[in-house]
């Protein structure tokens, strides 16, 4: 049995091959393929907005579904999804009023604008190949703090009293529903509450595609638990997080945590570390893991003038929980498995994506366009459609829909020829290793079944 899961090994061709260098490349990849358009393209665009396409929203919906699953799969976990405009004052307790702001430097020769603790990610206006500062004309402004709150009315009248803000994080959300959900789900402490939605930040630098723009989704976890076990779920946290990352196919030497030192801490938190990807642009932050203490329950409690304690029944104890906080990126996540599995050989350009994450899974083909293999390959695209989103394509060779399909990530090829119509035999080709096998159709589920669980091992 195990003998028949084993993916078969070594590349097909001898060429060495190459990773993600340029972010450009995928961009294009993205765009070709139907991933990633720069939104109101047919306009000239608008800064730093991308649109989904039809693979993109498919790989989109997969790191969600992904990461929803590990989190409300377990009985510790309930989900929630909050409204992105809330009562202004959250936005008082939560400190992002007066506190959520960057730095912002203005360059009065080229008009440039920067954030000044994000220099070395920034390009000259006159010099791009210098950085902001480093060019011979550059100005630069001293740095005068910047919110980054997206400010609107609500209802028709523009005066202050009806100013709300488009969300800036997801969080907030969770923490004014604390009650709310502990109760109706009956959780005790420790319990966490997991959401996924848009955020808005009027960010001064958006840029390297969609690794930061001013409208995103995040994916967070707000974990409840008892004030003095918070460093032991801390860590916990720190390594499930990680591991999910790792168990995403995402290669184990492109990530690493980044500790948050002192000056580096939020005025929230206790503990902090950024999750981090090397990206062709260098490390950056994907996610992060913070402890911050009672801070949001203890604010909330203060501006709402509601009680936000938990009440222990066994130990017949009252506290305000802490929260040890999981914040990822969606695009983030979906950027990082493309630019991690981004695969070129000089002649190939496929895209290893983890099977869980690949729009297709599999792509049947008739060798040629002949109603009789046409119509054989039909059957078999719908008992392959009955476990795995699967497509077709009978343009061009056999060997350029092969590519096609790489190029998308698409695990499988398999193909039905005339040896098809008369043993029932189909050749499955693997993306990763252009290995061809000649399986049974009956067998062809099952098979593509086992190699997905088997995934990680190989
Ligand atoms: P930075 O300091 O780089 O602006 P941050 O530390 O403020 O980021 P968090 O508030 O911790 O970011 O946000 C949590 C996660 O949300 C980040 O790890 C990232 O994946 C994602 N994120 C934050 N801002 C953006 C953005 N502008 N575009 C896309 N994703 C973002």
Not at 194 to 214: L, V
Not at 246 to 254: P, T
Request: aromatic letters at 12%.
């Amino acid at each position: 049995m195990t003998d028949s899961i084993e993916t078969p090994k070594g590349p097909a061709q001898n060429l060495p091959v190459q990773n993600l260098k340029d972010m450009a490349d995928l961009v294009s990849l993205c765009k070709r393929r139907g991933f990633v358009f720069p939104s109101s393209e047919i306009y000239g665009g608008i800064n730093a907005c991308w649109d989904y396409g039809p693979l993109g929203i498919e790989l989109k919906r997969n790191v969600k579904e992904r990461w929803w699953r590990s989190m409300t799969d377990r009985e510790d976990i309930e989900g929630l999804d909050a409204a992105i405009l809330m009562h202004p004052k959250v936005w008082e307790a939560s400190g992002h009023v007066s506190g959520f702001v960057d730095p912002l430097v203005d360059c009065k020769k080229c008009k440039g604008r920067f954030r000044a603790d994000k220099l070395d990610l920034a390009q000259c206006g006159e010099k791009p190949s210098k950085k902001p500062g480093e060019g011979p004309d550059c100005q630069l402004t001293e740095a005068r703090q910047f919110n980054l709150m997206f400010k609107t009315h609500m209802g028709p009248l523009e005066d202050s009293a009806a100013v709300v803000y488009l969300r800036p994080e997801t969080a907030q959300g969770i923490y004014v529903n604390f009650h709310n959900v502990q109760q109706s789900a009956r959780q005790k402490v420790p319990f966490g509450i997991a959401q996924i939605g848009k955020a808005f930040r009027n960010e001064i630098t958006p840029g390297n595609f969609i690794f930061r723009t001013r409208e995103f989704e995040q994916m967070e976890m707000q974990f409840f638990v008892k004030p003095g076990t918070d460093m032991e779920w801390f860590e916990k946290w720190k390594e499930m997080r990680i591991q999910w990352h790792l168990d995403n196919g995402i290669r184990k030497e492109k990530l690493r945590f980044h500790q948050h030192k002192d000056g580096e801490l939020a005025h929230y938190a206790k503990a902090a570390f950024d999750i981090e990807y090397e990206f062709p642009f260098g490390w950056q932050e994907l996610e992060g893991i913070h402890n911050r203490t009672d801070f949001d329950l203890s604010r909330h409690q203060q501006f709402s003038g509601k009680k936000l304690e938990y009440f222990d029944e066994q130990a017949k104890e009252r506290y305000l929980p802490y929260i040890v906080e999981t914040s990822a990126g969606c695009d983030r996540t979906l950027l990082v498995a493309l630019a991690d599995a981004y695969r070129f050989d000089g002649d190939r350009t496929w895209l290893a994506l983890h099977p869980s994450f690949a729009p297709y899974k599999v792509g049947v083909f008739p060798l040629m366009k002949k109603p009789e293999l046409v119509e054989y390959t039909e059957k078999v695209l719908g008992e392959v459609k009955t476990k795995f989103r699967a497509t077709t394509d009978d343009a061009g060779s056999i060997g350029k829909r092969y590519r096609r399909q790489d190029e998308i990530g698409t695990p499988f090829g398999v193909t039905i020829d005339y040896d098809t119509l008369s043993n029932h035999t189909v050749t499955i080709r693997h993306r990763d290793t252009m290995v061809q096998e000649r399986i049974s159709v009956e067998n062809l589920v099952r098979y593509i079944e086992d190699q997905f669980k088997n995934w990680n091992r190989v």
